[in-house]
């Protein structure tokens, strides 16, 4: 029996730059992974091609095929669908075969509830982490600027408890490198191996 793949999760709060990363991630030659492909209800932007950016369909499609059971996850995203076609995931994964998912968060909710032994992997911007230094600092922002990063920093911070790891999206390259080598030692955990080494030991 093949081993199933590993589902590996990107997501990460809105204008991260987890589609830039994901783009580096495919177009290098040394990644494993399959792209999920998403459906989206959204108008096609210049450049882009329906089964391969996404496959666009209509709300009335897209409606239907929640009906039937067929999303993974799915979430409404500044007024349109997007969601993850399950069949192509779960035939992908049964073949042993790494799936690669770019979602927003809401959609990475659903699916770790789903797929609990994925690879949830959180991007933050790099100015989470400066924050402290530029709010703490000779900062010449308002008190109502200040409250708002705030804000907004404490409910991405909270949205991140959800994940196995936090990148810093501080420049692609380096986030490539550092989510290519999450997913590298992930294959070797020992619950993901050791079935193997039973079975082994059991047909000795
Ligand atoms: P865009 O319209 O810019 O291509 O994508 C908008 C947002 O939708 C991005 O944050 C992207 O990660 C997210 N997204 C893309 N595909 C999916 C999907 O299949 N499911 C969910 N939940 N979000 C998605």
Known sequence: MTERGL???????????????????????????QYSISMTTRQMRPGEVDGVDYFF????????????????????????????????????????KDVFLEIE???????????????????TPPDLEELRSRIVGRGTDS?????????????????MALYDYAIVNDEVPKAVKRIKEIIASEHFRVERVINKYRKMIEEL
């Open 105 to 123: 968060v809401q959609g990475a909710k659903q699916v770790k509830e789903k797929v609990p032994e994925g690879v949830y992997i959180f991007l």
């Open 143 to 159: 008190i109502e600027v200040i409250d708002e990063r705030m804000r907004v920093a404490k409910e991405e911070i909270e949205m």
């Open 7 to 33: 589902l590996i999760v990107l997501s990460g709060p809105s204008g991260v730059g987890k589609g830039t990363v994901r783009k580096a991630i495919f177009e290098s030659d040394d990644n494993d992974f």
């Open 57 to 96: 369909r209509s709300k009335e499609e897209f409606e239907e095929l929640i009906a039937k059971g067929e999303m993974l996850e799915y979430a409404e995203y500044v007024g349109n669908y997007y969601g993850t076609p399950l069949s192509y995931v779960e035939e992908t994964l049964a073949q042993g």
